[in-house]
């Protein structure tokens, strides 16, 4: 079955310590993944996206990730985390062709310590 | 440029009552889809559009209708309010295409008494 997952529902760090939120999925084919991010009382933003080629992208805000598809993981770091970066993070997952559904995580929700 | 506008943001419900969430988006995207959000477990998919005129279900469709009639809005209707359907409504639009970026409303919360 296809699936996203999440392992971390929260996780705490010292503002100014480095960040990585993990990914892991289960999927029939390398599908298409992102990051979005909520901040309270909003809606998703996009923070990166891997469709092809160099396995680590950029996004904005400072937040980079990694493809590994040997792990089926596409984990996403910061090196240095703002109080303002607190807000939940969805790891995402797209199908290539056929079908329009996506399939997100449960979320981690991230608490920065001043 | 106002992307996907969601409304209302908040709603309180009787059991049994029906209601539409809004959802228009002024992008000229042709993929819209309705999520729910609740804690734990995540945006599940609930109904989606690929154009006007076309609706699929998504993961948990029961208790929720949808229809398409313009590219720009894709209501959720709510027949018969339950309290299981409490929760956060998202709408998103995106682009024709499997790799184009999806656009969120601000959401809606509904709360079923």
């Known amino acids: 079955a296809q699936s996203v997952t999440q392992p971390d529902i929260h996780i705490t760090v010292s503002e100014g310590a480095s960040l990585e939120l993990r990914c892991n999925y289960s999927?029939?084919?390398?599908?298409?993944l992102f990051w979005y991010v909520q901040s309270p009382g909003q809606g998703l933003q996009l923070l990166l996206k891997?469709?092809?080629?160099?396995?680590l992208v950029q996004g904005i805000k400072g937040f980079e990730a990694e493809f590994k598809r040997s792990q089926s993981s596409f984990n996403l770091r910061k090196p240095s985390v703002h109080w303002s970066d607190a807000a939940e993070y969805f790891c995402?997952?797209?199908?290539?062709?056929?079908?329009?559904?996506?399939?997100f995580g449960t979320g981690t929700r991230l608490k920065v310590l001043a | 440029n106002a992307g996907v506008t969601q409304t209302p943001k908040f709603q309180v419900l009787k059991t049994g009552q029906s209601m539409t969430l809004q959802c228009a988006q002024d992008?000229?995207?042709?993929?819209m889809s309705w999520y729910r959000q609740d804690p734990g477990m995540g945006l599940r998919l609930i109904h989606y559009?690929?154009?006007?005129?076309?609706?699929d279900q998504g993961e948990v469709p029961n208790g929720y209708n949808v229809s398409r009639s313009t590219t720009e809005d894709f209501p959720l209707r709510l027949l018969s309010a339950a309290p299981s359907q409490t929760s956060v409504y998202f709408c998103?639009?995106?682009?024709?295409?499997?790799?184009?970026?999806?656009?969120f409303g601000q959401g809606t919360r509904l709360t079923v008494v």
């Open positions: 891997y469709f092809s080629g160099d396995t």
């Open positions: 559009s690929v154009g006007a005129g076309i609706t």
């Open positions: 999927y029939g084919a390398t599908p298409y």
């Open positions: 992008m000229n995207h042709e993929y």
């Open positions: 998103a639009s995106r682009a024709r295409g499997s790799n184009t970026e999806a656009f």
């Open positions: 995402a997952v797209g199908p290539r062709s056929g079908t329009y559904k996506y399939i």
